[in-house]
């Protein structure tokens, strides 16, 4: 990779630069903990892993942890897995969310949005009151400390009450979305036996109406451990016999009252993809989660009082976590339920032009739809409050940095990140006071010691390694739910590099200290001994206007060959023609380089993904190596399961 220092994109005013939290907890840090004092993020940066016990217990000093009982020290054990964080520590994750309920009781913690667009605001007073309710009601049900409370639910307020209701009595939060099929939720909420539940009767998506009573139903048949139910009646149904209403539970004008609960106290459970088995049920824990997410959102994010923080979201996937913590900073969080696209492509700019985001987070996806799409944000909308555009769920393609910093202002930070779903965090990505350059994100995160290793284990910059973090960090997993010995977790992230977290993501650290990140390493392709990216080539072919999205896969064939086939899914209107197979390799080939270039190029109805929108590409390579489908891939995982019978019919033909 070229080590040329191009222009950047973009440059925080000296202004902002001054403001920034991160800045003033610099100099703060400097004052009170030996921090530098010069030599800006890259020296705090430096000086938060190397002295990392010291860097956590600043930021808890710097955000006002409330410890109910004090720390005998910050790290009891640094192994990984395994490491023990404020040993002796006792705490309560909804207490600090709750905590500006008491300074602006009148002012909005949550802006609710559904299709209609029209924000509808739950005061932090009110959502105080009804997490006190609720949570003295989970009390009466008997749900005791680190009993799993599982919920059905879209991203509406009553989830937000449900989950703080839950952390507030030590309870373990786990939520699947209800466009998840009875089956997907069964895999999850199966392995961790909840007591409770929360379900809606359905939900609106695209302008229709979805009843899931009979998804309801087949979970309380299969959960047997359920001791109560709770139904939300989002479209207006009666509540099912058995069950207890949702207002009922929450009428009551009560403080909550919060569990002071051990640092490492599960919080909640998250779940990988499951693409090809049962989920990983990964359990985080109330301070680990606590204290990254205030570093994360209030020094990397940039979130205070004054702010509203947008991230288009679902129940399933973690950034609805990680959205639900801004309540941490004081910050008002926006919450949209429907669908990204309804009732145009703009939508998602439309609410927050009408809600007045400040940091507003969505996917590369949309951001490359809208583009695709002759979408005009700043034209169209009145974007003046939104300081920043973050994206996750895949790699920002630079041609996604340019048209966010044309279409919605050249002011804008954009702030691409990467993290993953097992630390329910980022490793790397936005920083206020760093310049953004086309394609990268801005620097790794404080206290992420991240580095890309070769094969052998040796730290590469400027090339192509796998993304590696070699100190432990406060959210990462305290245990998977059902391994009692461990072995899973160990094998997931440790088995590559013993004492160090393998990721499985493809990255590029460069000399100025920003990163790339090619995908990941799981589905590496793999010419003539080079290693590559599948984000790299989706981001070159679906320029082309006639490819609505690609998918590709490199195969290791018995006689020693390698067949990289590239699946194109057509535009509407576009034909795969010569024509149009000689600009996609072209495009390759120009782009990249001439060992990019597939060796077939096969229109396919669709590209499947995972529940979460992420393409699956893994399956997909052992279907076409001969897997049968029921062993390649976890059905109850997948968007749709009919697109890979494709996969599966073209890979019996080339058998």
Same mark, same amino acid.
């Given at each position: 990779?070229?080590?040329?220092?191009?222009?950047?994109?973009?440059?925080?005013?000296?202004?902002?630069? %001054?403001? +920034?939290? /991160?800045?003033?907890?610099? @100099?703060?840090? =400097?004052?009170?903990? *030996? #921090?530098? &004092?010069?030599?800006?993020?890259?020296?705090?940066?430096?000086?938060?892993?190397?002295?990392?016990?010291?860097?956590?217990?600043?930021?808890?000093?710097?955000?006002?942890?409330?410890?109910?009982?004090?720390?005998?020290?910050?790290?009891?054990?640094?192994?990984?897995?395994?490491?023990?964080?404020?040993?002796?520590?006792?705490?309560?994750?909804?207490?600090?969310?709750?905590?500006?309920?008491?300074?602006?009781?009148?002012?909005?913690?949550?802006?609710?949005?559904?299709?209609?667009?029209?924000?509808?605001?739950?005061?932090?007073?009110?959502?105080?009151?009804?997490?006190?309710?609720?949570?003295?009601?989970?009390?009466?049900?008997?749900?005791?400390?680190?009993?799993?409370?599982?919920?059905?639910?879209?991203?509406?307020?009553?989830?937000?009450?449900?989950?703080? %209701?839950? +952390?507030? /009595?030590?309870?373990?939060? @786990?939520?699947? =979305?209800?466009?998840? *099929? #009875?089956? &997907?939720?069964?895999?999850?909420?199966?392995?961790?036996?909840?007591?409770?539940?929360?379900?809606?009767?359905?939900?609106?998506?695209?302008?229709?109406?979805?009843?899931?009573?009979?998804?309801?139903?087949?979970?309380?048949?299969?959960?047997?451990?359920?001791?109560?139910?709770?139904?939300?009646?989002?479209?207006?149904?009666?509540?099912?016999?058995?069950?207890?209403?949702?207002?009922?539970?929450?009428?009551?004008?009560?403080?909550?009252?919060?569990?002071?609960?051990?640092?490492?106290?599960?919080?909640?459970?998250?779940?990988?993809?499951?693409?090809?088995?049962?989920?990983?049920?990964?359990?985080?824990?109330?301070?680990?989660?606590?204290?990254?997410?205030?570093?994360?959102?209030?020094?990397?994010?940039?979130?205070?009082?004054?702010?509203?923080?947008?991230?288009?979201?679902?129940?399933?996937?973690?950034?609805?976590?990680?959205?639900?913590?801004?309540?941490?900073?004081?910050?008002?969080?926006?919450?949209?339920?429907?669908?990204?696209?309804?009732?145009?492509?703009?939508?998602?700019?439309?609410?927050?032009?009408?809600?007045?985001?400040?940091?507003?987070?969505?996917?590369?996806?949309?951001?490359?739809?809208?583009?695709?799409?002759?979408?005009?944000?700043?034209?169209?909308?009145?974007?003046?409050?939104?300081?920043?555009?973050?994206?996750?769920?895949?790699?920002?393609?630079?041609?996604?940095?340019?048209?966010?910093?044309?279409?919605?202002?050249?002011?804008?930070?954009?702030?691409?990140?990467?993290?993953?779903?097992?630390?329910?965090?980022?490793?790397?990505?936005?920083?206020?006071?760093?310049?953004?350059?086309?394609?990268?994100?801005?620097?790794?995160?404080?206290?992420?010691?991240?580095?890309?290793?070769?094969?052998?284990?040796?730290?590469?910059?400027?090339?192509?390694?796998?993304?590696?973090?070699?100190?432990?960090?406060?959210?990462?997993?305290?245990?998977?739910?059902?391994?009692?010995?461990?072995?899973?977790?160990?094998?997931?992230?440790?088995?590559?590099?013993?004492?160090?977290?393998?990721?499985?993501?493809?990255?590029?650290?460069?000399?100025?200290?920003?990163?790339?990140?090619?995908?990941?390493?799981?589905?590496?392709?793999?010419?003539?001994?080079?290693?590559?990216?599948?984000?790299?080539?989706?981001?070159?072919?679906?320029?082309?206007?006639?490819?609505?999205?690609?998918?590709?896969?490199?195969?290791?064939?018995?006689?020693?060959?390698?067949?990289?086939?590239?699946?194109?899914?057509?535009?509407?209107?576009?034909?795969?023609?010569?024509?149009?197979?000689?600009?996609?390799?072209?495009?390759?080939?120009?782009?990249?380089?001439?060992?990019?270039?597939?060796?077939?190029?096969?229109?396919?109805?669709?590209?499947?993904?995972?529940?979460?929108?992420?393409?699956?590409?893994?399956?997909?390579?052992?279907?076409?190596?001969?897997?049968?489908?029921?062993?390649?891939?976890?059905?109850?995982?997948?968007?749709?399961?009919?697109?890979?019978?494709?996969?599966?019919?073209?890979?019996?033909?080339?058998?």
């Amino acid at each position: 990779m070229s080590t040329v220092n191009p222009e950047p994109l973009w440059r925080p005013d000296p202004q902002r630069t %001054a403001e +920034a939290q /991160v800045t003033r907890f610099q @100099t703060w840090a =400097a004052e009170r903990h *030996g #921090a530098p &004092s010069d030599g800006g993020y890259p020296a705090l940066h430096r000086w938060s892993v190397d002295e990392l016990e010291t860097f956590w217990k600043a930021v808890t000093e710097w955000f006002d942890v409330r410890f109910s009982t004090p720390f005998t020290r910050v790290l009891g054990d640094r192994a990984m897995p395994g490491a023990q964080w404020f040993p002796g520590a006792t705490l309560n994750y909804a207490e600090h969310a709750l905590r500006a309920a008491a300074g602006r009781p009148d002012e909005p913690a949550l802006l609710y949005v559904d299709e209609t667009h029209e924000p509808r605001p739950v005061t932090w007073a009110e959502l105080s009151r009804q997490v006190g309710s609720l949570a003295a009601e989970l009390r009466r049900l008997g749900v005791r400390p680190g009993d799993r409370v599982s919920a059905y639910v879209p991203n509406i307020p009553q989830a937000v009450v449900a989950l703080l %209701a839950t +952390a507030a /009595v030590g309870g373990v939060w @786990t939520s699947c =979305a209800p466009d998840f *099929g #009875a089956r &997907s939720v069964l895999d999850r909420f199966q392995q961790v036996e909840p007591v409770v539940l929360f379900t809606v009767d359905g939900y609106r998506y695209g302008g229709k109406e979805h009843d899931r009573r009979d998804a309801v139903a087949e979970l309380r048949r299969e959960l047997p451990s359920l001791r109560a139910v709770v139904h939300i009646p989002l479209l207006g149904t009666e509540t099912p016999e058995g069950a207890l209403d949702w207002s009922a539970l929450t009428a009551v004008d009560q403080e909550p009252t919060f569990e002071q609960v051990p640092f490492d106290h599960p919080l909640w459970v998250l779940y990988s993809s499951g693409t090809t088995g049962l989920p990983k049920a990964i359990v985080q824990s109330q301070g680990g989660i606590l204290v990254e997410h205030l570093k994360q959102l209030g020094l990397h994010c940039d979130l205070g009082s004054g702010d509203r923080f947008f991230w288009y979201t679902s129940t399933g996937w973690m950034m609805w976590n990680f959205l639900v913590s801004g309540l941490l900073t004081g910050t008002t969080v926006v919450l949209y339920d429907g669908s990204p696209g309804h009732p145009d492509t703009g939508a998602q700019w439309r609410i927050a032009e009408r809600t007045g985001a400040t940091l507003y987070g969505t996917s590369a996806a949309y951001v490359m739809a809208c583009r695709k799409a002759d979408v005009h944000p700043a034209r169209d909308f009145d974007l003046s409050k939104v300081r920043c555009v973050a994206t996750t769920g895949s790699p920002l393609p630079p041609d996604g940095f340019r048209w966010l910093h044309e279409e919605v202002h050249d002011d804008l930070w954009i702030a691409s990140v990467s993290g993953g779903t097992d630390v329910c965090s980022c490793f790397a990505g936005a920083v206020p006071t760093l310049p953004v350059y086309t394609g990268e994100l801005q620097a790794p995160c404080l206290g992420t010691d991240l580095q890309a290793w070769d094969p052998s284990g040796r730290p590469v910059v400027d090339e192509v390694g796998e993304l590696v973090v070699t100190n432990p960090m406060p959210s990462m997993p305290v245990y998977f739910w059902n391994d009692p010995d461990g072995s899973r977790y160990h094998d997931s992230y440790f088995d590559t590099y013993p004492g160090a977290w393998r990721h499985g993501d493809w990255i590029t650290l460069t000399s100025r200290g920003t990163v790339v990140i090619h995908g990941r390493s799981d589905s590496t392709l793999n010419r003539q001994g080079v290693r590559m990216g599948s984000a790299d080539i989706y981001e070159a072919v679906e320029r082309l206007p006639e490819i609505k999205e690609s998918l590709v896969i490199g195969i290791e064939q018995p006689d020693g060959g390698y067949w990289m086939p590239l699946f194109v899914h057509l535009a509407p209107g576009a034909v795969l023609d010569q024509a149009l197979l000689d600009r996609i390799k072209r495009t390759i080939r120009e782009e990249l380089s001439p060992r990019h270039v597939p060796d077939e190029v096969i229109e396919v109805p669709g590209v499947p993904h995972t529940l979460t929108g992420k393409r699956i590409e893994v399956p997909v390579k052992r279907l076409l190596q001969g897997t049968p489908l029921e062993k390649a891939v976890n059905p109850g995982s997948i968007d749709n399961l009919d697109l890979l019978h494709f996969y599966q019919d073209l890979a019996r033909k080339r058998a």
